[in-house]
């Protein structure tokens, strides 16, 4: 499933779906562009830093992605590996770090650490959770 589906699957269940990770010391957010907001672009996603909003690209509806010159070569590899498995970079980046790249929550659960998320945003991203490797695996194990 690409980036652009798993946002439209959401979209079902949450109203303002948003994916944020950390990549060079900031946190980055995409997030669905609202008519209200972005009248010219409504439903492409937008990438900005979380906390001021910068502007650092977009990925259009057929999935393409357009980024600003400027920014770091690390966060243009995550994002680009967002864009090829944003499952597959949340479920890493969710073992990697603790936290849901979904909805921000840490992850404490063996199930969750496993997947990378929890069962509230796998029901609400229509993503596939609870089957754990091993009974035995523990946090430290995973990372």
């Known amino acids: 499933m690409n980036l652009i589906e798993l946002f439209q699957r959401a979209q079902q269940n949450l109203k303002q779906p948003k994916f944020v990770f950390k990549s060079c010391n900031m946190k980055i957010k995409i997030h669905i562009a ?19 909003g910068d502007y650092f690209g977009k990925f259009l509806k057929n999935g393409q992605m357009i980024l600003q010159s400027n920014i770091p070569d690390k966060l243009r590899e995550d994002l680009q590996k967002i864009k090829d498995n ?58």
């Open 34 to 52: 609202t008519k209200a907001h972005y009248p010219n672009f409504p439903n492409y996603l937008y990438i900005s830093k979380a906390e001021t």
């Open 86 to 143: 944003p499952i597959e970079f949340g479920k890493l980046y969710g073992q990697q770090y603790s936290f849901c790249c979904f909805c921000g929550t840490e992850i404490i659960t063996v199930e969750s650490l496993t997947v990378g998320y929890g069962p509230i945003c796998a029901s609400n991203w229509g993503l596939p959770w609870g089957s754990v490797i091993n009974e035995n695996l523990t946090k430290g194990e995973l990372m």
